[in-house]
Structure formats: C-alpha cells, structure tokens
C-alpha cells in the first residue's frame, strides 16, 4: 500500500483542495512552487507506464480536474502539469499522480 493510498483512505491527513467519485486532489508536502498539488486516481493504477487503453476515460478526468483546481486557486498566469513515470523519470510513489505547480515563472526543460 502506498503513501497515496493511506491519504484516500484518511489514514494519514492531507490538505485535500478538490475530491470527487474518481479522484482526490491535495497539496504536495514538499512543495516545489507557490501553488503544487497533486491529482490522483482513487484507483490505484501505479504508473503511466501500467495503464492501459481501459484508464483512458479516468486519465482524461485527471487532467480536466487538473484545470479545474487551477481555476479554483487562480492560476490565472498559467500553470504546469507533470507526470513523472519509473525510475528515470523521477517518481518516487508508485500510484499514479498528476502534479500541477503554479504561482511563479517555471523553468524549462526540467532537470
Ligand atoms: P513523484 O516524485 O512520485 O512524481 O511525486 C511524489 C510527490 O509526492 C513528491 O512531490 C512528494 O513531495 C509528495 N509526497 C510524498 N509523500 C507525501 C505525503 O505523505 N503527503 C503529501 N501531501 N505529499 C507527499
């Protein structure tokens, strides 16, 4: 069981800005902007990589909430969403997570 899961479940607290049937929306712990949230699943697909072509319609819903949340924290000058998958793409918790970072000018490319 990951990290993640105990969060969807409320065994351990997180400061939730968004929930619906299929997904949970909450401020990442280690922010890495004004404004980092992560998007997830409440069901527990690991990695981008594991999806399938069934996940389509729930990957779509991720990004829509995405947009959503950064209406409702006024992103107004524009935001980033990011998902990283396996190791060399840099995840480090193996449910699947949408991480939407806002509120200043981001860099690119990333490290
Ligand atoms: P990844 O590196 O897998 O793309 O992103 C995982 C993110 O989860 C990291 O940005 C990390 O700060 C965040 N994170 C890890 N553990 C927790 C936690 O217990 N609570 C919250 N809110 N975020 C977490």
Same mark, same amino acid.
């Given at each position: 069981?990951?990290?993640?899961?105990?969060?969807?479940?409320?065994?351990?607290?997180?400061?939730?800005?968004?929930?619906?049937?299929?997904?949970?929306?909450?401020?990442?712990?280690?922010?890495?902007?004004?404004?980092?949230?992560?998007?997830?699943?409440?069901?527990? &697909?690991? /990695?981008?990589?594991?999806?399938?072509?069934?996940?389509?319609? $729930?990957?779509? =819903? *991720? #990004?829509?909430?995405?947009?959503?949340?950064?209406?409702?924290?006024?992103?107004?000058?524009?935001?980033?969403?990011? &998902?990283? /998958?396996?190791?060399?793409?840099?995840?480090?918790?193996?449910? $699947?997570?949408? =991480? *939407? #970072?806002?509120?200043?000018?981001?860099?690119?490319?990333?490290?």
């Amino acid at each position: 069981m990951t990290i993640f899961q105990r969060i969807i479940d409320r065994e351990i607290p997180a400061d939730i800005v968004y929930e619906d049937d299929l997904s949970l929306a909450f401020r990442d712990i280690n922010g890495q902007a004004p404004t980092h949230i992560l998007i997830i699943p409440k069901q527990a &697909i690991p /990695s981008l990589a594991e999806s399938t072509d069934e996940d389509t319609p $729930l990957l779509g =819903h *991720l #990004l829509m909430v995405a947009r959503k949340v950064a209406v409702q924290l006024q992103l107004t000058n524009g935001y980033r969403t990011v &998902i990283n /998958s396996g190791r060399d793409g840099g995840q480090s918790v193996n449910h $699947l997570h949408v =991480h *939407l #970072l806002g509120g200043r000018p981001l860099g690119w490319p990333p490290g």
